[in-house]
């Protein structure tokens, strides 16, 4: 006798030949295999990551233009005292990202040669044209004077370049008297004596009738300094 055939039947042999197969069902997994969850789409995060690629080649982007727009400026290669002529030698170049400053060009060095220091400027100092002046301090009616000085004679914490300074008569202790009351710091140099009171050898610039003065009580040691301000620009008095 013939027994037909149900729907059934039809699935479950079905499944028995996939997993003869080795195809486990997907609608019942077999053993104590769990059924691997679906995976999950995040497209935040896919977004967040397209986002952090192009913002990252922007800024090198921008990074690579201002780079690209930078221009060599002078700097100085070596300390200039205030009042120094500026030759060739002391300057150098740095590339720079200079757009409406007063930054000097490197194109523009013939311009700076010749010029002087307003003021005491250190070297790998980036120059512009507010440091600069067209005149020195020995100008046209003044004259430059030496003198070497022992302690006691200057101030204790040195004089600079470009300092402003009385010179003072101490012939007469008891009545000292101003000889020159705003003379100019040209030069300071330590004397290449080994005493240990070495002299400091200092130069002044002053009006050319005080020059004779001021010599003569630079040689008697009869001559004594006062600070009255500390760098002042070149062309500010």
């Not at 013939?2 to 997993?19: F, I, S, W």
């Not at 000292?176 to 050898?201: I, L």
């Amino acid at each position: 006798m013939t027994v037909g055939t149900t729907p059934q039947d039809g699935v479950n042999d079905r499944r028995r030949a996939r997993e003869e197969r080795g195809y486990a069902s997907a609608a019942a997994p077999s053993g104590d295999r769990l059924p691997r969850a679906p995976r999950e789409r995040r497209p935040m995060l896919a977004v967040l990551a397209v986002l952090l690629i192009v913002g990252g080649a922007a800024v090198a982007g921008l990074v690579a233009l201002r780079q690209d727009t930078r221009v060599p400026v002078l700097a100085l290669a070596v300390d200039v005292p205030a009042g120094t002529e500026i030759t060739e030698q002391m300057l150098t170049t740095q590339p720079v990202a200079a757009e409406n400053t007063l930054l000097v060009p490197a194109a523009q060095q013939d311009q700076v040669v010749g010029r002087y220091a307003r003021l005491a400027l250190s070297q790998g100092q980036l120059l512009d044209t507010s440091m600069l002046t067209d005149s020195g301090l020995l100008r046209s009616g003044t004259v430059a004077v030496g003198g070497a000085f022992q302690p006691g004679r200057m101030p204790a914490s040195g004089l600079q370049p470009g300092d402003v300074v009385q010179l003072v008569d101490v012939a007469d202790p008891a009545a000292p008297s101003v000889v020159v009351a705003d003379a100019r710091v040209s030069s300071v140099k330590a004397s290449e004596s080994t005493s240990m009171t070495a002299a400091t050898v200092v130069t002044f610039v002053v009006d050319a009738a005080q020059g004779a003065p001021v010599a003569s009580l630079a040689a008697s040691g009869d001559l004594a300094v006062v600070l009255v301000s500390r760098g002042t620009p070149v062309g500010s008095d």
